[in-house]
Every structure is written in C-alpha cells, then in structure tokens.
C-alpha cells in the first residue's frame, strides 16, 4: 500500500519501470588495509576478480552505471518527459556494443540464478538488448524460472514511462518457449500499441490473434479470467466511439456500458440513471484505502440518496469472492448495487475507464453523462462537497 493511500497503481517513473536502479557502493578497506597491509590487499584483489568481492546487487548496479555512462541516449530528460517507443527504438538501433552489454548481464543473471539480480539483469536484456543473440537464453531463463511475475511485469510496462514496451512484448511473443508467456505478451503488446503509441489499427490486429491463438489460457493464478476474455473485452472498447483513454477527467464523457449487478439487476451508464446524479466506486475487500474509505461512501449515500444520489460499486476482487463480497457488503452497510466479473485488476469497466489504482471514484451526470468530478475529488473529505455540487447543477429533478 502507498503512503498517499492507494492500494494499487502502476507507477510512472522512467524506464525501466519494473527494474531497479542505483550506483554501487565503494568498499571502504582504507583502514582494513592499514591494519593488515599487503595480505589483505592480495586478498581483496582476489576477490574482486572472482566478482565475489561484491554483492549481487552491487555488482548488477555497478553494470548499470557504467551502461548509463556510455549510453545517455537511453536515458530520459524528465520522469515527466519519458523517451518515446520511436526514441527508444532508435537508442537500441545506435547501441553497437548491446551485444557485449547483453552477455555481461546474462553472466550476471548466471551466476545467482533465481535471485532477484538475475530476475532484474533477464528482464533488461530484454529491454535493453531485444535483438543480441543472447536476448533468447535470456528469455528462455526468464519462461523457466520467473513466469509467475510475468503477468505483473505486463500491467506494469503498459504505460509511457515504459517505452521500450513495444519491442520487448515482440521479443517474448517471439523467443518465448512458454506459451502462456506468449499468450500475456501479445495481450500486453495489444494493449501497449493502444494506450500508449495510438495506433488502434495494429492493437485491433493483435488482440485479433490473442483471441484466435491464446483465447484458453488463464490470465493468472489470481484471476479466472483468461486472455481471450480480456481481448475481446479490449476490442470492444476499441471499436467504440469513446474507446480507452489512458485516465478518464472531469468534463469528459463518461465512457457507456451495461452490466448486471451481483443481484442480478441490469444497468447502463449514464442511461439508468436519468435525473440522478451517480458515484461509481471502483474498489475491492483486499484493499486496506478502500475499506477505509467506505464510511465517507455510505455518510454520503444515507445523506444524499433521497435528493438523488446513487451509488454503483465495480468491485476488482479475485476470483471465487462473490460470497466474501455479499457478506461485506451486508456487513459495512453498503447497499447499492456491486458489479463483479471475478477478473481481479483486469476487470473489464475498470480497464474501459483506464483505472489504474483503487479506491477510485468518479461522479457522473446521469442526463449529460458527463463526470463532475473524480479521484481525489470524489473521496474523503472532498466528497461531500463534490456530490452537493453535482446536485445543484442539475438541470431536472431527481426522479
């Protein structure tokens, strides 16, 4: 859990996203070799020249600043500003010695295999180095030993900060001996091509062949939901007139769907709610900030609910909750309506809206279907505010 009270987000930071950087620390023997003069000088040569003199995580920060001193063209100017895919793309094709870089790391990952320095040295091969002959063991360590994090590794690279996202999906799909792998790559790519490059055409071909290719595979150990499912769920947000925007703002439209609720109630956004004024509350009984919240949702619901408040919970539980769900809910007295696919993070209304972090809440016009307000706007102490200020601006009474 964050420290700003967000139980889940893909953070943005510049690349890697999902990579851990740093400088390595000198070893301080000036006083050591005082003390014991040239046999302990002898000794440390002969360590540092085994790489035993340093410690996994200092030897893979030391080839990491090293890397950045002779290659500043993969680094961004800004965590603001980060390197575009076509920049990124053009960084990799100007990196003549990404061959010798990318074997320096695979030794690395080599010699501490399953740690999370070899973990982190695949996983830069793989961004860095897409094209080195040793790129394939690479990934071929990566399907073997750390597939179970891959899913993760996806979400968390859909994002502009990421950019050499598109190149490094392609080099899975392409070497992976692991067909799921395959499978969560090419969704991922899709998704990528999509959000972050706006190039609807090539993310629709993708999915297209998720679907086709990958359609059984299950997303995770986490989630029932399998890739074709979530394809076909990015497809039709594609195609549609309001498709997925990176972060859904106040004065933007809604985005339109339908859906049946846990009591088995059909709904449709903005359409069921004519006259009213409508928080949807994307939240779920695993997240501490969402629990926390709840009581400023409820205070609101029992205030405002006859002057033409409702409340539409999007639950991202994981699979198999919906009894945890219902006895919660019965529980915090909560009780409007819930939409639960089982999906966990992948839950499609959640990806439609671009969320990408719980709790999170949006007010929207029931009429214009516009948002009134949302994120931290629409939570803790802002809440009530923002709900009293979406009633007054109604143009009809509640029904």
């Keep these: 859990m964050r420290a700003d009270g967000v139980c889940w987000r893909f953070e943005r930071h510049s690349p890697p996203a999902s990579l851990s950087f740093g400088v390595g620390r000198n070893l301080q023997i000036g006083s050591a070799m005082k003390l014991y003069g040239p046999w302990l000088m002898m000794c440390m040569a002969a360590l540092m020249l085994s790489g035993c003199g340093r410690s996994p995580k200092a030897a893979w920060e030391g080839f990491q600043a090293t890397f950045w001193a002779a290659h500043p063209e993969f680094t961004a100017t800004s965590v603001s500003r980060p390197l575009t895919p076509e920049q990124w793309e053009k960084a990799v094709r100007q990196c003549a010695d990404a061959e010798d870089y990318a074997a320096r790391a695979l030794a690395l990952a080599k010699s501490h295999p399953g740690s999370a320095t070899a973990e982190q040295a695949l996983w830069w091969i793989i961004a860095y180095c897409p094209d080195a002959p040793s790129c394939k063991e690479a990934i071929e360590i990566v399907s073997r030993d750390f597939s179970e994090h891959f899913p993760d590794q996806c979400r968390a690279l859909i994002q502009p900060a990421a950019p050499y996202g598109d190149q490094y999906f392609r080099a899975i799909v392409e070497k992976s001996p692991n067909r799921q792998m395959r499978g969560q790559a090419m969704l991922a790519r899709g998704r990528f091509r999509q959000a972050v490059m706006h190039d609807n055409a090539t993310a629709e071909k993708l999915l297209e062949q998720v679907v086709a290719q990958f359609a059984d595979i299950r997303v995770s150990k986490d989630s029932l939901a399998t890739l074709g499912e979530l394809a076909k769920d990015d497809l039709t947000n594609l195609r549609s007139p309001d498709a997925l925007q990176e972060t859904r703002r ?101 990806r439609r809206f671009g969320i990408n972090g719980i709790p999170h809440a949006l007010i929207v016009d029931g009429d214009t279907g516009l948002i009134v307000a949302e994120g931290d706007d629409a939570r803790g102490h802002k809440l009530a505010s923002a709900i009293e200020e979406a009633l007054a601006k109604k143009t009809s009474p509640p029904k």
């Excluded at 509350?281 to 949702?297: L, M, Q, S």
């Excluded at 619901?301 to 219902?326: F, I, P, Q």
């Design 250 to 350: 106040a004065g933007q439209k809604a985005p339109r769907f339908q859906a049946i609720t846990t009591g088995g109630r059909a709904v449709q956004v903005p359409d069921s709610y004519k006259g009213k004024v409508v928080l949807i509350d994307f939240w779920a009984t695993w997240c501490v900030p969402c629990v926390k919240e709840i009581p400023n949702v409820v205070d609101a619901y029992e205030k405002y609910h006859g002057k033409g408040l409702e409340v539409l919970g999007v639950s991202l539980d994981k699979e198999n909750a919906s009894e945890v769900l219902a006895s919660f809910t019965r529980k915090h007295n909560m009780p409007w309506p819930q939409i639960y696919d089982s999906k966990y993070l992948d839950t499609a209304i959640a």
